[in-house]
């Protein structure tokens, strides 16, 4: 590569690290830096001086490469360094099971009973009243059952993992029958045919995409069928000419061929949501009564608890289940069964429930709550009092997200946001870069602000974000 003679020479002026590293120990500020952290940082800086350098045809800017520049590209760095990359954001988009940002929000009992358990000893798997070892899984068993009306529970890191390991447990080295309608892919190009085979089960496929009868589950069984199948399809709808077989049919075929049959429920409820008004989905209570003998569902989506795979049915069942060495590798720890018990407790009344899990109570508000919501966030930002920002209400359309409910359509009103000067995309980017973040959506060409997703001290945020926004830009929207 052939270098112009100001590139050489704006390459032979950058200085070393060690350099660098005299003048930074020299102010406070680098202090409580460790050595290897700052020459990191230091050599990062330099790295991409050097690129930029390389990639263009003119050499940098004399001031670019000056001690103190370099210094506050360094002390840049560090901040980026240093954060925790792991952080809370503010979920403006209206998607109530957001997996991009960490799917449900725990109820405030749930987040105390955390930290809580956190913080000291627990008895995760110490029987008190024995005082001998006990099992992890009795914590929340008991009230598994009690909501569900199964015989017995136990739950594992995830629902993929749920149903792995029953798979794995129930039907390793012989067949298992599914619609071939039901064969769904989840998040992440994850599945339930890749899923099956890591079990050591071996897929039969029955009826069409559309259409699936009893007599097709039929004449599929033979001596080596373990299991029979029903995955719920929780992130897409077939509509139209169609058919599938219920729980409770499927279960009466297989309780007269002695055969097992699971239903993996995918996102999983409690609660029946038509009777709110949403799209009805099937419960984990209804499931059970229709004589499933296994049936796994999540924890962290419709149930508005921690990431879990939880499942419930027969009791030998189940217990050959834990017996599995697998299980092990997927159970969970003390601070996740701490959420989901606190989270299970809601339960034993419904209307607790829908008021005090943050999912439920964002999925059932209604349009006039929402509107509520944006009339308050505008109030906010109207004090703001720029001319360059222009703001409505707006009717929008929200999601329940997480792969759960497809074609629920969560009416409610919005709060659309230009800012005169700035794209749609700018502010956007903008919002992404405060701390903490604040995640919109751009709807109609314009920035759209959905209060159905956010908690009520979100709103300060907002407004501080937007306010920091309008002051760093200049009329003619560049920033400064």
Do not use: W
């Amino acid at each position: 590569m052939d270098l112009s003679t100001e590139q050489k020479a704006t390459l032979r002026a950058l200085p070393g690290v060690d350099h660098v590293l005299e003048l930074a120990r020299q102010q406070p500020q680098f202090d409580a830096v460790p050595d290897t952290v700052l020459v990191n940082a230091i050599r990062s800086v330099l790295e991409t001086q050097r690129r930029r350098i390389l990639s263009t045809g003119a050499a940098p800017r004399n001031e670019q490469l000056t001690d103190e520049r370099i210094l506050t590209l360094t002390r840049q760095s560090l901040q980026e360094t240093l954060r925790l990359k792991l952080r809370p954001v503010v979920n403006a988009t209206g998607v109530v099971v957001h997996t991009n940002l960490g799917r449900s929000v725990l109820a405030d009992e749930a987040l105390e009973h955390m930290a809580a358990v956190a913080g000291r000893y627990t008895n995760l798997e110490y029987d008190l009243t024995a005082g001998r070892r006990g099992s992890r899984y009795s914590h929340v068993e008991k009230i598994i059952c009690e909501i569900t009306g199964a015989k017995a529970a136990m739950v594992v890191n995830n629902c993929a993992g749920a149903v792995l390991l029953c798979l794995d447990t129930l039907a390793r080295g012989k067949r298992v029958i599914v619609s071939r309608g039901e064969l769904v892919e989840i998040g992440g190009s994850f599945r339930v045919p890749d899923v099956m085979a890591k079990s050591g089960a071996t897929l039969i496929e029955v009826g069409t995409t559309n259409r699936t009868h009893l007599q097709d589950y039929e004449k599929a069984i033979d001596a080596d069928t373990a299991l029979l199948l029903k995955v719920h399809r929780s992130n897409f709808s077939v509509v139209g000419f169609t058919a599938e077989v219920s729980l409770a049919d499927l279960a009466a075929l297989g309780k007269r061929c002695g055969i097992p049959v699971m239903e993996d429920l995918g996102s999983g409820t409690f609660v029946d949501f038509s009777k709110y008004g949403l799209t009805r989905e099937t419960t984990v209570q209804e499931s059970v009564a229709d004589n499933a003998d296994l049936v796994t569902f999540s924890g962290d989506k419709l149930l508005g608890g921690p990431q879990a795979g939880i499942i419930v049915g027969n009791l030998e069942l189940i217990e050959q289940v834990k017996k599995n060495p697998i299980t092990r590798a997927l159970r969970i720890d003390k601070l996740t069964l701490a959420a989901l018990e606190s989270t299970l407790r809601f339960y034993r009344d419904e209307q607790t429930a829908v008021s005090a899990i943050p999912t439920l109570r964002m999925l059932t508000a209604t349009k006039e709550e929402t509107a509520a919501s944006a009339q308050r966030l505008l109030d906010r930002l109207a004090k703001l009092a720029d001319s360059r920002l222009k703001l409505r209400s707006k009717d929008v359309i929200s999601k329940a997200g997480g792969g759960a409910l497809p074609l629920l359509e969560l009416h409610g009103t919005g709060v659309e946001v230009r800012i005169d000067g700035l794209s749609p995309n700018r502010i956007q980017k903008q919002l992404r870069g405060n701390q903490p973040p604040v995640i919109a959506r751009i709807e109609e060409d314009c920035l759209l602000i959905d209060p159905r997703t956010l908690l009520e001290d979100d709103l300060p945020i907002i407004a501080d974000a937007l306010d920091r926004i309008l002051k760093e830009s200049t009329d003619d929207g560049s920033s400064r």
